[in-house]
């Protein structure tokens, strides 16, 4: 095999060598090893993660959820680790670490105390019960001591991303700045209590750290009381929204506020975009899971892990969504095949599909013995993003 | 720092030499580098996997799931992958991996065929969407090639245990030999499609391997009309089960029989073990999901990657659950509170504590506003663990 195909299909960190071989080979009986030949097997695909790319096919429900799920940023060494107090919460592409790097440098210059500075990071990977841990110390950035409440912090981080956005560094997403601060969680060091919110940042920043977002998603739906048919309600998108105009949508969605718990912006979010009272809603309303998953930005690979808290709501057949805040255009109440068709059309905004395939889990609508993408797809809508939250 | 301490903290492969961070901190800006010391930060935990061992609690919510998932095995370069047909689908300790190429070299002295061979296999380590592959070479497992069909891997694999089991090598797990064979899946090439079954073998042996193994586990309950309270069928086990007697356990659960679609399957198990009639069941029961973690066992150290199929069935107050075949001593009528009450007691089955969790979440009693653990929880109960299934 030439060294091009190797690597081809290997990736360019295979190791071939013989001086290599041996140190992999030394861990077991070496009597086989020393008379034989020992075939080189390829791993063919990744038995969770197949794409079904046959020409002219719709998207399988498993290809779905993989518009969203599409990065491992644990297992990416290209990303920088952004630090607070011991606990990483976020990643950082290198341009991004070698922005945060020039931006100290310049803030000294000009006499103004740097926000963040480097560190050097001892990470226990995946500790566990047992502890399997194997660390390493890799690099890292974090606030300067002069930003160490999260007062600071906001006012800090926010100036940094003010300045890049000034200076156009990062115009995508910079150019889409919304005036509107997420919550950043640092980790609560006494187990079993509430994280705290480390800092706010404005929403377009986030995903140049690759700072995991909050929020909470609403599926409303009816029941036949005589055909036992379910029937969900799909709200398509203001044509004027900024992001995703024209897209159906959950039947409520949102961010969580900062400071909220995830029930508080759940219940107004049905009051602000679906004109559903509190007390409906929270007649009605149930918790039913969380889902998690890390988007990796197509045209500029900026990090996006996601949290989407989950609610069904079981509606009576006289209660109707309407539009109310102008985000929704209108809302239909849309049969489950309603619901297949147009989710593997792209019809949806790509993570409402995440939340849509969970009801229909959930509600048996798919199940094992008819969808030979199950267990993949509900493992994949369940990734253990590993940074604190509310 | 000493060296003893910096390996206590750090782990053995913790890097500290100057000329490791020389190479660690290439990547980016040297402005801050060199003219400052750059702080060494140690993570303090990992957030997803924090345990509350303060003297004389009840364990957490989390606590019991990591009763369960307590290992991360594609983490552990300890083990060596089962490959079969260029897909990974098990995990063999070192002693494991140096029983089987003892077992060939001994075949062929005897005139036998062998029916283990080493081979060198190329992993593409999580292949996604796009890909982020960094291949690695490293030795593994597999059939040789007289054991091409499922039978003959069947006949052969069961021949290995079979003469471990006789010259005692691994007495636990084969001490507890059941003579009944779980099914191994292979991947099937094609995409979309279920998967074969690539051989079977004895339950008692699976361990070894770290092969994957399936069940179905069913939680049966009763909503009262006036009250809304839900209650929940719980059997306790038979005192004389060779496997965790007089503890409690799902209302219905077991291992799914080889060809067996899951749903099959957890028809069966109600009518054997709770005198379910299929009538009632296929009236009632809904599938809901799947769980999947990895449990590495405590003395021997043995991998054992299990998936369950759960489903819920709703049952009229006048369907009592009843034992029949002598694996179940009798069945209560359990509330909610009971159940938390035996599950932080230790009374229950370890991964049956699993299913009542997810039971309790899918059904909005353990919610995000009220268990500091919540996400994590849901997170650990779905892992990927990246083998192929029915």
Redesign the interface.
């Known amino acids: 095999m030439s060294n091009s195909i190797a690597n081809l299909?290997?990736?360019s960190?295979?190791?071939?060598s013989s001086s290599?071989?041996e140190v992999?080979?030394s861990?077991?009986?070496s009597?086989?090893?020393k008379g034989e030949e020992?075939?080189?097997?390829?791993?063919?695909?990744?038995?969770?993660?197949?794409?079904?790319t046959s020409a002219g096919k719709l998207p399988?429900l498993l290809d779905l959820v993989?518009q969203c799920h599409?990065?491992?940023p644990w297992?990416?060494?290209s990303l920088?680790p952004f630090?607070l107090?011991?606990?990483?919460i976020g990643f950082l592409p290198?341009r991004v670490?070698?922005a945060c790097?020039?931006d100290?440098?310049n803030q000294r210059r000009v006499g103004a105390p740097p926000v963040l500075?480097?560190?050097?990071?001892?990470?226990?990977?995946?500790?566990?019960?047992?502890p399997?841990?194997?660390?390493?110390?890799?690099?890292?950035i974090?606030f300067t001591a002069e930003f160490g409440t999260p007062e600071a912090r906001t006012s800090g981080l926010n100036g940094v991303a003010q300045r890049w956005r000034e200076a156009r560094i990062f115009p995508d997403p910079l150019d889409g700045w919304r005036g509107e601060l997420y919550a950043i969680y640092g980790?609560n060091?006494q187990?079993?209590?509430?994280?705290p919110i480390a800092f706010k940042l404005e929403r377009a920043a986030c995903a140049l750290f690759g700072f995991a977002t909050f929020g909470v998603h609403l599926t409303a739906y009816t029941v036949s009381p005589t055909t036992g048919e379910l029937k969900v309600w799909v709200p398509q998108r203001s044509s004027t929204k900024s992001t995703w105009p024209g897209y159906l949508d959950n039947s409520v969605a949102g961010g969580i506020v900062a400071g909220d718990?995830?029930?508080e912006s759940m219940v107004r979010e049905c009051e602000e975009e679906a004109n559903l009272e509190s007390s409906v809603v929270e007649k009605h309303v149930?918790?039913?899971?969380?889902l998690?998953y890390c988007y990796?930005t197509r045209k500029q690979g900026w990090i996006q892990p996601e949290?989407e808290?989950v609610y069904?709501l079981p509606l009576p057949a006289h209660v109707v969504l309407q539009p109310k805040d102008g985000e929704v255009d209108h809302f239909n109440l849309m049969t489950l095949d309603e619901i297949y068709e147009k989710m593997r059309e792209g019809r949806f905004k790509a993570n409402c599909v995440l939340v849509l395939l969970d009801f229909l889990?959930?509600?048996?609508h798919i199940?094992?013995?008819k969808e030979?993408?199950?267990?993949q797809i509900?493992?994949?809508?369940?990734?253990?993003?590993?940074?604190?939250?509310?």
Not at 372 to 375: A, I, L
């Open positions: 299909v290997l990736g960190d295979a190791k071939l290599d071989n992999i080979f861990a077991t009986s009597r086989v090893l020992i075939e080189l097997v390829y791993e063919v695909a990744d038995p969770e993660r197949r794409l079904d399988s993989h599409n990065h491992e297992l990416d060494t920088t630090v107090d011991g606990v990483q290198a670490m070698k790097i020039d100290s440098v500075r480097q560190v050097r990071f001892a990470m226990n990977h995946r500790e566990i019960v047992p399997t841990a194997t660390s390493r110390v890799c690099e890292a974090t980790l060091p187990p079993g209590c509430r994280n718990l995830p029930m149930k918790q039913v899971g969380v998690s990796k949290v808290y069904d889990i959930r509600h048996g199940t094992a013995d030979p993408g199950y267990r509900v493992t994949q809508l369940h990734v253990d993003l590993r940074l604190p939250g509310p």
